[in-house]
């Protein structure tokens, strides 16, 4: 691959990233929050995966593995978590969920 | 970037506006699919091909098939759709601006550092051989982490879920 360049990579990944924050921000749909958390997942992911390839290590590989694991236990409780809201109260959007409120 | 990681990067951030553009839960989870797959193409671009295949299989495959199940478990009465109306004033203009401010901070900060010219990689780079030998001879700690944090997962999610009488 000659000629790589990781600009290109950063500014993808921070597309992703910031997408993701902003579903997180603007839905209040529990589900797609969930989804954008992801979206964030798989951006943290590609700039580890660009810098082992900038810097030909494998420890980036690693902790992309890492992020892998930690997204599917994050969406496994997550989903949990909202199918019991739901169970609870019939809520699909977490601005009917107000018992913590100050 | 090559001409097939631009195409998969353009797919993947119209994948990510599709998921917090779209009203219905199913269209953000397809949108959501179209991302990953197209992660996973950049990664195998950037010669990371087991990540790009786990990715494939466990995130593509898994997680997504769990995304629609629980879609269509809340399905059952009616579609889970949000409220139209944001109980708090300006959520989504605010929400918007704060995200692309932070773009926009994030692209200047990473493009302003000046990277080294990149290393030419082994060969066998990012290949099973080579991604074991780094997984269980040199991050074994890490392994064992995830190890832990799948079983407190599954633990948890078996005891939240079933804890009713």
């Known amino acids: ?102 | 970037m090559s001409a097939v990681a631009v195409v998969a990067a353009v797919l993947a951030v119209a994948g990510g506006v599709g998921v917090i553009a779209s009203r219905r839960p199913v269209r953000s989870v397809l949108s959501l699919l179209l991302t990953l797959l197209s992660l996973a193409v950049l990664f195998i671009g950037l010669g990371a091909e087991f990540i790009g295949l786990i990715q494939i299989i466990v995130y593509a495959g898994a997680v997504m098939v769990l995304f629609v199940f629980v879609i269509s478990l809340l399905s059952a009465k009616n579609e889970p759709l949000e409220r139209p109306v944001s109980l708090l004033p300006g959520q989504e203009r605010w929400g918007g601006v704060a995200a692309a401010v932070l773009a926009v901070l994030l692209i200047v900060a990473g493009l302003r550092h000046a990277y080294p010219a990149a290393r030419s990689v082994f060969d066998g780079y990012g290949a099973v051989r080579a991604f074991g030998e780094a997984l269980f001879y040199e991050h074994v700690f890490v392994l064992q982490l995830a190890a832990l944090l799948l079983m407190v997962a599954v633990v948890g999610v078996v005891i939240l879920i079933a804890r009713r009488s």
């Open chain 1, 1 to 102: 691959m000659p000629g790589f360049a990781i600009e290109g990579y950063v500014i993808v990944s921070v597309v992703l990233f910031a997408l993701g924050i902003a579903g997180v921000l603007v839905r209040r749909s529990p589900l797609v929050m969930l989804m954008a958390i992801e979206l964030m997942w798989g951006a943290a992911a590609l700039l580890f995966l660009a810098f082992a390839r900038q810097f030909a290590l494998m420890d980036g590989h690693v902790f992309s593995f890492l992020i892998l694991v930690v997204g599917a236990a994050e969406a496994a409780i997550g989903l949990g978590l909202i199918v019991l809201l739901f169970r609870a109260r019939e809520a699909v959007d977490v601005d009917e969920v107000r018992e913590l409120r100050g």
